[in-house]
T-cell receptor, first 108, second 113 residues
Framework: EDQVTQSPEALRLQEGESSSLNCSYT??????LFWYRQDPGKGPEFLFT???AGEEKEKERLKATLTKKESFLHITAPKPEDSATYLC?????????FGSGTRLLVRP | DTGVSQDPRHKITKRGQNVTFRCDPI?????LYWYRQTLGQGPEFLTY????????KSRLLSDRFSAERPKGSFSTLEIQRTEQGDSAMYLC???????????FGPGTRLTVL
């Protein structure tokens, strides 16, 4: 059965304290691995798409990487405005299979 | 604004009533998806359209749920005889034929009393 698992469920960081979020997946015929940011009461906001193992993408303080079984979202020197839920999703046959997300809180 | 739009943003209804939600995708996108999200969970796939054809429905989708996409443009999701367990955020997303990235709308928050 296709499955996506994210850890940790919640993460509290001090401003400037770098860390990583993990996403492990079991999806047959992976077509893409996606990262989204979601603020309370809003729809997911697209961050990155990764297609093959070894691929990396960066945007401001965020960097996403992909292996054959996992993806990581690295957050470098986070700011309070980075506080949100970060969702990982794997695409099998067109539909996205989401993990439960990591709730990130960055304190000033 | 050329993003995905959804209407209404919030809906409160009584158990047993029917509700209908609308989604307008990004204009050039031919694929449209519906997801449902409950508190503390990631979105769950409900159904998917390519143009006007409904190509896949989740086994989670009971017979009370129906979705349409007439003329391959906007889509509607109807829930008949709502139950308290239907309370959730209903999300719509769209993508183009060549790219895999799905872009989400703001969602419709349904509360069934």
């Amino acid at each position: 059965e296709d499955q996506v698992t994210q850890s940790p469920e919640a993460l509290r960081l001090q401003e400037g304290e770098s860390s990583s979020l993990n996403c492990s997946y079991t999806v047959s015929g992976l077509r893409g691995l996606f990262w989204y940011r979601q603020d309370p009461g809003k729809g997911p906001e697209f961050l990155f798409t990764l297609y093959s193992a070894g691929e990396e993408k960066e945007k401001e303080r965020l960097k996403a990487t992909l292996t054959k079984k996992e993806s990581f979202l690295h957050i470098t020197a986070p700011k309070p405005e980075d506080s949100a839920t970060y969702l990982c999703a794997a695409e099998g046959s067109y539909k996205l299979i989401f993990g439960s997300g990591t709730r990130l809180l960055v304190r000033p | 604004d050329t993003g995905v739009s959804q209407d209404p943003r919030h809906k409160i209804t009584k158990r047993g009533q029917n509700v209908t939600f609308r989604c307008d995708p990004i204009s050039e996108h031919n694929r449209l998806y519906w997801y449902r999200q409950t508190l503390g969970q990631g979105p769950e796939f409900l159904t998917y359209f390519q143009n006007e054809a409904q190509l896949e429905k989740s086994r989670l989708l009971s017979d009370r749920f129906s979705a349409e996409r007439p003329k391959g443009s906007f889509s509607t999701l109807e829930i008949q005889r709502t139950e308290q367990g239907d309370s959730a955020m209903y999300l719509c997303a769209s993508s183009s034929g060549l790219a895999h990235t799905q872009y989400f709308g703001p969602g419709t928050r349904l509360t069934v009393l």
